[in-house]
């Protein structure tokens, strides 16, 4: 990541100004600021919460942070007073704007704040669907407007987007993870100016999923692709109950921040133009974990079978014994194979591949 000069002004605040509690935040901000919010999402109120949440992020200074959903700008004045020098937030509730732009006038010339009708989730579904943007749906290409591009063997990230995960309907939320790791493939949409880091608060079962390693019962597409992808850490792991609304049994339940980078080179050798096709290709793959490699590979591309061969694999070798180490020889063998088809590709249509 950049770096960075030293000592930044600090966000200047009023003499009246105090550290608050949710439950303060809630009484500040008027409480019906909050009714009827988007369902499933979640906001950070509390100001220890967000100094932590910093702590955990590291140097800021210089890197673009992208704060999603940053309703009342908690965590907005905290990535400030802890050195960061420009912040775009991304809100899809139009009735947090004015309180983020008051902090926006609140600023010294040394910082800045953009504001964005936008949806994280949100992002680029005409891709999909060849349907207008309406608001709080966007564009990429809106979201990364005030981003200047890096190069992606720079040590410097275009962006790092900073949130808590969340969607009106949770079951869109996988599909919305790998479809950005398939941007991370082709280096467009979210990752068209360089390499920008995810770092959300997912569910504790989300989270164990993108984390988990080969062995784990949690083991499945999404977390290969991550591991081939990504240098992905785990930075923490805070009570359901610090976020706002908390509902029924979720005060039992933590949120894990998980950073997800991705690597300058990823761990398959495949050309740039290839990389498109990975999330499809291990997708097929992985379906049946009991089949024999080389009748899966079949299936794929007829023929390719012999790849197995080649790579010495144990003829009787079963899909869940592959590890991403060896699922990762076996694509990059593929793609360049003399033989591959990338009809496994264009047969099902782009809708499917992206889900």
């Known amino acids: 990541m950049a770096a960075r000069f030293g000592h930044v002004a600090r966000l200047s605040r009023s003499p009246s100004s105090k550290c608050y509690s949710t439950s303060s935040h809630l009484v500040k901000h008027d409480i019906s600021l909050f009714r ?71 600023l010294s010339d040394e910082k800045r704040l953009d504001v964005i009708h936008g949806d994280f989730s949100k992002i680029d579904p005409h891709i999909l669907t060849d349907d207008i943007c309406t608001p709080p749906a966007i564009a990429s290409e809106d979201v990364l407007r005030f981003v200047k591009p890096q190069s992606w063997e720079s040590d410097n990230l275009a962006a790092r987007f900073v ?21 991370i493939s082709a280096r467009n949409g979210i990752f068209q100016k360089g390499r920008c880091e995810l770092a959300f608060f997912f569910e504790e079962d989300r989270a164990q999923k993108i984390t988990a390693k080969f062995g784990s ?70 379906v049946k974990p009991k089949s024999k490699v080389v009748n899966t590979m079949e299936t794929i591309n007829p023929g390719s079978g012999v790849i197995c061969e080649e790579l010495q694999f144990p003829h009787d070798m079963r899909v869940g014994d592959l590890c991403p180490e060896d699922i ?23 809708n499917e591949v992206l889900q």
């Open 36 to 106: 009827r919010l988007r369902r499933n999402y979640k906001y950070i109120l509390d100001e220890n919460l967000a100094a932590r949440i910093t702590q955990s992020l590291g140097r800021l200074q210089d890197d673009v942070i992208i704060a999603t959903n940053p309703g009342t700008g908690v965590l907005t004045r905290a990535l400030f007073e802890a050195g960061a020098t420009h912040v775009i937030g991304l809100e899809p509730e139009r009735r947090f704007h004015p309180i983020l732009w008051e902090i926006q006038r609140q």
């Open 163 to 183: 949130g808590v995960e969340a969607a009106i309907n949770p079951s869109v939320l996988h599909r919305t993870m790998i479809r950005h790791l398939g941007s």
């Open 217 to 286: 019962k949690y083991y499945n597409r999404q977390s290969v692709i991550v591991e081939l992808l990504c240098d992905v850490k785990v930075l923490l792991k805070e009570p359901y109950s610090l976020f706002y609304p908390v509902h029924g049994k979720q005060k039992h339940k933590y949120l894990t921040l998980v950073s997800i980078v991705p690597k300058k080179q990823p761990a398959v050798n495949i050309s740039s133009g290839d990389l498109h096709y990975l999330n499809y290709f291990i997708r097929l793959l992985m």
């Open 328 to 350: 990762g020889k076996l694509a990059s063998a593929f793609f360049q194979w003399e033989g591959k088809s990338l009809s496994f590709f264009y047969d099902v249509g782009s």
